[in-house]
T-cell receptor
Framework: DAGVTQSPTHLIKTRGQQVTLRCSPK?????VSWYQQALGQGPQFIFQ???????QRGNFPDRFSGHQFPNYSSELNVNALLLGDSALYLC?????????????FGPGTRLLVL | DQQVKQNSPSLSVQEGRISILNCDYT??????FLWYKKYPAEGPTFLIS?????DKNEDGRFTVFLNKSAKHLSLHIVPSQPGDSAVYFC?????????FGTGTSLTVIP
């Protein structure tokens, strides 16, 4: 079982660009959540996808959008990048929405915006 | 607005002793609390949780205590082992919201 995988592992972009991060959930999981972890902070919930729809959303602007595919994999898109978007982006999958204790996290994608 | 706070960024404990990690929250609507452990270059992994209807939950060497009136929870690790060295995050959920604390880096000294 590969667990939760994320790609790429690292990424460097410049202000104003757009970025797409990818996540493959643990086998058998159908719910994917995305988190942003800034340096020295805890992860902040961005949104959760279930059945290819956004089910919950944290306090993030519309520049952050996502998608879930029929195979349950997911993408996080961030438009008009700002310096403050530099962070570790974590993806987590679970069997059902809201089951935080059964969330499995991936290793994250580290995004640097210059 | 930091709704879940871990005021100690780091903690060092001798092997075999007790480690106590603390967490405070501000929102009384939170009804479920969790602790995660994170090693470098890995995502957080779930450790232990507690519902707001309980004040204690134990799992092996790990015990979580919840004091609702003080809006405070703590994680006790007894006995501490070098392999416990990691960053520990507390998290709280309620009303479809989920918040993490800023983390405490625990170092267990052999």
């Amino acid at each position: 079982d590969a667990g939760v995988t994320q790609s790429p592992t690292h990424l460097i972009k410049t202000r104003g660009q757009q970025v797409t991060l990818r996540c493959s959930p643990k086998s058998g999981h159908d719910t994917v959540s995305w988190y942003q972890q800034a340096l020295g902070q805890g992860p902040q919930f961005i949104f959760q996808y279930y059945e290819e729809e956004e089910r919950q959303r944290g306090n993030f602007p519309d520049r952050f959008s996502g998608h879930q595919f029929p195979n349950y994999s997911s993408e996080l898109n961030v438009n008009a990048l700002l310096l403050g978007d530099s962070a570790l982006y974590l993806c987590a999958s679970s069997l059902v929405p809201g089951a935080q204790e059964t969330q499995y996290f991936g290793p994250g994608t580290r995004l640097l915006v210059l | 607005d930091q709704q879940v706070k871990q005021n100690s960024p780091s903690l060092s404990v001798q092997e075999g002793r007790i480690s106590i990690l603390n967490c405070d929250y501000t929102n009384s609507m939170f009804d479920y609390f969790l602790w995660y452990k994170k090693y470098p270059a890995e995502g957080p992994t779930f450790l232990i949780s507690i519902s707001s209807i309980k004040d204690k939950n134990e799992d092996g060497r790990f015990t979580v205590f919840l004091n609702k009136s003080a809006k405070h929870l703590s994680l006790h690790i007894v006995p501490s082992q070098p392999g416990d060295s990691a960053v520990y995050f507390c998290a709280a959920s309620g009303r479809n919201q989920f918040y993490f604390g800023t983390g405490t880096s625990l170092t267990v000294i052999p």
